[in-house]
């Protein structure tokens, strides 16, 4: 196991989230996490990464410290606005082998670089980040993910609002973390593309409703109790004592 779930419930302010996860991520696993808006995948993400402390149970992360996970955000949090190149934004992932403020050395950018021409973006490197289009952008995030050298990478609907090219592209890319054995637990809407690319799923909907191989997760019934437990659920509900 890589991550252990142990009777997790993660919330704010005393009011649930994500309640009664417990289970196991194999290392290597390609994992899609679904369900409902406001299901819980995000805040599960955050626990993960320990940007959210658990209201009961725990998140256990074996032989890997949480500054080692790779995390990229949902495309919508990112602000453009800030005046960075593409390089200079692909290098932040390099922080861990340069020190907060290091100076990047000849061999990281030569990495910056590499991961640009990787993720289809050779050219790009002196381009304002405010100048790009949303498939570019989410490349671009890609390759500061691809910096990070990373056995756990987390993806939060790494699809959404992108061109169809942009992720047949990105989806390779997913692919080779799995077949180099690296960890990718990523939050999907995209039913299609969990069925073809994404072995395993799990369904949340505050709580489990199914997890395993995809075509035994992803079945009209479980998806129409997701659907169901999420419209029922009060969002002010405090915390319940059953496990």
């Known amino acids: ?48 990464m320990g940007q959210l402390r658990p209201l009961d149970g725990s998140v256990e992360c074996h032989d890997i410290r949480r500054n080692e996970i790779a995390y990229l955000p949902q495309l919508s949090q990112v602000d453009r606005r800030f005046p960075i190149t593409v390089d200079e934004l692909v290098s932040l992932g390099a922080w861990k082998q340069t020190g907060a403020f290091g100076r990047l050395k000849m061999q990281h950018k030569k990495k910056v670089g590499s991961a640009l021409e990787q993720i289809g973006l050779a050219g790009f490197e002196k381009r304002l980040i405010s100048t790009l289009s949303g498939g570019q952008m989410q490349r671009v995030l890609f390759a500061r993910l691809l910096m990070q050298e990373a056995n756990l990478i987390l993806l939060d609907e790494p699809f959404t609002a992108i061109d169809s090219k942009t992720t047949e592209d990105l989806l390779e890319q997913v692919a080779l973390w799995h077949q180099s054995g690296k960890t990718v637990i990523a939050v999907l809407h995209e039913l299609n593309i969990i069925r073809g690319h994404f072995p395993e799923t799990l369904l949340l909907s505050r709580q489990p409703i199914a997890y395993g191989p995809t075509e035994t997760v992803l079945t009209d019934n479980n998806l129409s109790k997701a659907r169901q437990l999420n419209e029922a659920f009060d969002e002010q509900a405090g915390l319940c004592s059953h496990a």
Do not use: E, W
């Open 1 to 48: 196991m890589i991550l252990q779930f142990n009777n997790l419930t993660l919330g704010y302010d005393l009011h649930p989230a994500v309640h009664h996860l417990t289970l196991g991520v194999q290392r290597g696993a390609l994992l899609a996490l679904t369900g409902p808006n406001g299901a819980g995948k995000s805040t599960l993400l955050k626990g993960i």
